[in-house]
DNA sequence: CTGAAAGCGCTAACAG
DNA sequence: CTGTTAGCGCTTTCAG
């Protein structure tokens, strides 16, 4: 360690303001210095050092992430998804857990910003306990929200269209007979388990199907198992089961193929992500298929937008999913096919909106 | 941003040295001076800036770690495990993937090398091709491999007992009657799969069991089912199947399972690692469980204890792995069970050796 | 085109 | 106990 920018210009026989020019080619110099510099360098094995760097330009060329746990599968591709956005800019990422703990994440934020962090992407784990923290944050770095986001739209947001989404998933079991339908998803200590619910209570009214009281957890597939556990103790199954993610779904598969239920014959199970084992679990999931890479494309973009001096109306950027039919789903019967195709149709635009 | 350290010491009326000081403890200031920063500082929002801090004081407070993937359950295991045990030392973690492609194994190294971690964690992708860049980031900074490591023993290393596991693996098969088995797992270009490759062949040898060919092609959940399917289209089923990790264990008992086989009634499973879905798959997999917290704790321990300047001998420690025995395996037939037994308690152990 | 020098924010001598 | 000051490694005015 340490051979600084010095040593270089002493070997090369210029100053150092020459060799950080030669170096980063921001400015012109002689052929011979630049090819002096540049040998001295290669020849002291001189790697720049990026914390004076960021010092000095009040950059770090960083972006940090928190998001509840990376032991979740979308988290997790999402976290993949964004890091490969990042490289275009040639920006890395600072990527944190937060355990599920507003707590942690609060402390995850501050040290990401006293790291100085160029800008921070977070899903936060709670509705409401996350909120003085991420909004504290965002005063100080641009700041944009994937996936959950906190009460009162104080900052930028990126996600799925949860309402499309669940009216797919709905008017598609629906489309394939289905007249009982029960929801199993998380408790609502987040947006994404609020929205799920919401949507799934519209869709349902809409299509005027049965809806019982939803089964609300966790994103787990131990709560998916529970879960399907306590429908089969019910005695009398639905028609049909979404679930608030795959993890879930996966879950409860086991729990009713345990209890001796067919699937998708005796019901329906829908998911939720389509992502990780979605295809592989048996029989092979239906389930909405988040669009991640565009998800963080989008994150990514809108980053670069804000501007903490200057601060413009929060974005919400609901981008619309796609239901994916797999096995765990009853095929289309009569002429109802139409609704189901017309829902895939539906769900390849992009919806932009403004909030107060 | 932008109130430092001098608005704090100007808004309580003393000098930068005297705020620092207050606000660090690490020297005595009068009660007044201390209460006068601390009020100024709480006012004014003041944030110590990290990166000046890390300039300074030539120490981030950061570790690097690069796994070649964060979708692998194992990986992200370790990786909260590590994350986990940094925490008690007030420490943070930057974590990178490499993407199983040695080239951004190598450009991730180098930018955590220009942030100037404190020291790094790696488990390389690749056992040759890795070789270079990780030998040259051990030689700018304490640095540690976890579960993969490279060839030559140049640098220290933590993992798992790999002969060890396969014994205890192909004696539990053994022992419930099998007489064939065979071993499916990665091609060998990372250490992992050429020590589990190894310990098989050592370990079917002893036990004097006919083990055919070994399938090998990637960690995944899609490999497995491949070589279930390989395996089916065989024509003749061997009594044991004993895989290189939970992923292929997964896919491969789908596999079996739509080739109508019966597990295991007609071939038992057996994974290795226990993260992730191993308890929720069907039936419920018997595999070998990696003490992934003990070896994390003792990969910071490690690190603690490398000196760049003054290197001493490579260490390796292997740790003694535990079967966990669930549903896929046949139970032990005769007296043939105290094998069983006598591996289970040698798996508690911890061994250390040291390498040339 | 090149060099000298200032300064990013912080802490640790070194005096007082 | 407190203040002044140097300097971590880098880039960028500002003169020449």
Redesign the pocket.
Same mark, same amino acid.
Request: glycine content about 6%; aromatic content about 4%; hydrophobic content about 35%.
């Given at each position: 360690m340490?051979v600084?920018?010095?040593d270089v210009a002493r070997a090369a026989?210029?100053?150092? @303001?020459?060799?950080? !020019?030669a =170096?980063?080619g !921001?400015?012109?110099?002689?052929p011979?210095?630049a090819e002096r510099v540049t040998r001295a360098a290669a020849e002291l094995g001189?790697?720049?050092?990026a914390? @004076?760097?960021a =010092?000095?330009? !009040?950059t770090t060329g960083t972006v940090g992430m928190v998001v509840p746990g990376i032991g979740n599968p979308f988290f997790t591709t999402m976290v993949e998804a964004v890091e490969h956005q990042l490289q275009k800019s040639g920006r890395d990422l600072l990527l944190c857990a937060s355990q599920y703990t507003p707590e942690i994440e609060a402390r995850r934020l501050n040290t990401l910003l006293a790291r100085r962090v160029d800008g921070l992407i977070i899903s936060p784990c709670d509705f409401e306990a996350s909120a003085p923290a991420v909004l504290n944050a965002a005063r100080q770095v641009p700041l944009v929200q994937v996936d959950r986001y906190i009460e009162g739209g104080g900052a930028d947001w990126v996600g799925v269209d949860d309402d499309s989404a669940l009216a797919q998933a709905v008017d598609h079991v629906v489309a394939g007979g289905a007249r009982s339908v029960v929801f199993v998803s998380s408790r609502l200590m987040n947006s994404s388990a609020r929205l799920r619910l919401a949507g799934f209570q519209l869709a349902t009214a809409r299509a005027g199907v049965d809806s019982g009281a939803p089964l609300l957890g966790e994103f787990t597939l131990d709560w998916g198992f529970e879960a399907g556990r306590r429908l089969l103790a019910d005695g009398t199954l639905p028609d049909a089961v979404i679930c608030g993610n795959d993890e879930i779904a996966v879950g409860l598969l086991r729990a009713l193929r345990l209890g001796g239920v067919r699937v998708p014959e005796e019901v329906s199970v829908v998911g939720f992500d389509d992502v990780g084992h979605a295809t592989m679990c048996d029989p092979p999931l239906t389930t909405v298929r988040q669009p991640v890479e565009e998800m963080a494309a989008e994150v990514v973009r809108l980053l670069g937008q804000v501007r903490v001096s200057d601060p413009r109306p929060a974005q919400r950027l609901a981008i619309a999913p796609r239901l994916v039919v797999r096995e765990t789903s009853r095929p289309v019967t009569s002429g109802a096919d139409t609704i189901a195709a017309a829902g895939i149709v539906a769900g390849n635009g992009q919806e932009e909106e403004e909030v107060a």
């Open positions: 340490g600084t920018i010095h026989g210029v100053s150092v @303001a020459s060799a950080s !020019r =170096l980063s !921001r400015r012109k110099v002689t011979e210095v001189y790697q720049p050092n914390v @004076a760097k =010092l000095r330009d !009040r």
